[in-house]
C-alpha cells in the first residue's frame, strides 16, 4: 500500500533551494527523493535533440511517452540519463529550464509524467520537489512545505552556482529569467505553481542551507518536530 508510504513535499519557485534541500533532507531521513523538475526538463532536452518545435503539442506529447529517465544517485550529485544518455549539465541549463517551463504548461505532457512521479512513494518515505507536488501529485502527503525567497536572491544564487562552473551570465539576464519562469508557472491553467492550504510556507531569504534544512526537519516529528 503505497499510500500508507510518508511523502514530504517541498515546491517552490526556481532558486528557491527546492532540489538542494530535499536532497539533504532526504539523507538524513534515509529516504528517496523526486526530483520532478528533471522530468520536465527531460522531455524539454529530449524535444531539442529531435528539432521538435515547442508550439507543436503533439509532438510534445508523443515525445513525452517516448523519452526514458533514469535517476543515478554517485554519491555526490543525482545523474540524469535521458534515453540512455547521461544529460546531467544539458540538463542545468537555464534552455532547458525554460524549455522544461514551456512543455509543462501542455495538460496532457502534465498527465503523462502524473504515475511517472507516484512511483517513487516507495518505503521508508519520499521527499518530492517540484511544483505541485503538494497540489496535484501527493494531495495527501502528510508534511508539506513552500519555499521562497527574493526573486533578487534567487537570482544572486543561480548566479553564483553558473559561475561556480564557468558558465558566462549576467545579473539581469538571470533575473530576468527567473520572473520569466515564475510568470509562467504560476499562470497556466494546469497545475500552476502555488502552495498547498495546508503547506508550511518558508521564506528562506537571508537563510542559509543548514537553517534551512533544520527547519524543514523540524516539521517531522521525531526529527525535532
Ligand atoms: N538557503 C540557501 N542559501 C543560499 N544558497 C542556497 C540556498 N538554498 C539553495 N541555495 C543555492 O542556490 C542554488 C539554487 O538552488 P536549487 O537548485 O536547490 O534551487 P531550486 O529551487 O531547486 O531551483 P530550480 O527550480 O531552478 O531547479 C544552488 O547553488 C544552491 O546551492
Ligand atoms: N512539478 C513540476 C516540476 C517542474 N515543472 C516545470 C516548471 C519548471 O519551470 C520546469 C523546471 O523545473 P525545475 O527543475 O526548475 O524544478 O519544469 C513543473 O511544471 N512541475
Redesign the pocket.
Known amino acids: 500500500m503505497t499510500a500508507t508510504v510518508p511523502v514530504l513535499t517541498i515546491d517552490?519557485?526556481?532558486?528557491?533551494?527546492?532540489?538542494?534541500?530535499?536532497r539533504l533532507v532526504a539523507q538524513r531521513l534515509g529516504w528517496h527523493y523526486l526530483d520532478s523538475?528533471a522530468l520536465y526538463r527531460a522531455v524539454g532536452v529530449a524535444a531539442g535533440w529531435a528539432d521538435l518545435d515547442l508550439d507543436d503539442a503533439g509532438a510534445l506529447v508523443r515525445c513525452t511517452f517516448d523519452t526514458k529517465v533514469d535517476f543515478r544517485d554517485d554519491g555526490s550529485e543525482l545523474r540524469v540519463i535521458v534515453n540512455g544518455n547521461d544529460a546531467t549539465d544539458e540538463l542545468r541549463t537555464e534552455t532547458a529550464?525554460a524549455a522544461a517551463s514551456a512543455i509543462a504548461a501542455i495538460p496532457e505532457v502534465r498527465a503523462a509524467l502524473k504515475e511517472r512521479q507516484r512511483v517513487f512513494r516507495v518505503a521508508p518515505g519520499l521527499v518530492a520537489?517540484g511544483r505541485d507536488m503538494g497540489t496535484v501529485i501527493f494531495p495527501d502527503a502528510a508534511f508539506k512545505v513552500f519555499?521562497t525567497?527574493s526573486a533578487e536572491e534567487?537570482a544572486d544564487?543561480?548566479y553564483?552556482?553558473l559561475k561556480n562552473k564557468g558558465v558566462s551570465v549576467t545579473m539581469d539576464g538571470l533575473l530576468r529569467e527567473i520572473l520569466a519562469r515564475d510568470a509562467r508557472d504560476a499562470n497556466r491553467a494546469v497545475a500552476p505553481l502555488r502552495p498547498a492550504e495546508d503547506a508550511v510556507r518558508i521564506d528562506?531569504t537571508g537563510?542559509?542551507?543548514a537553517?534551512?534544512v533544520e527547519r524543514v526537519l523540524a516539521l517531522l516529528p521525531g526529527q525535532g518536530g
Open positions: 517552490g519557485p526556481s532558486g528557491s533551494g527546492k532540489g538542494t534541500i530535499s523538475g529550464g520537489d519555499l525567497a534567487r544564487r543561480r553564483k552556482q528562506t537563510l542559509d542551507i537553517t534551512v
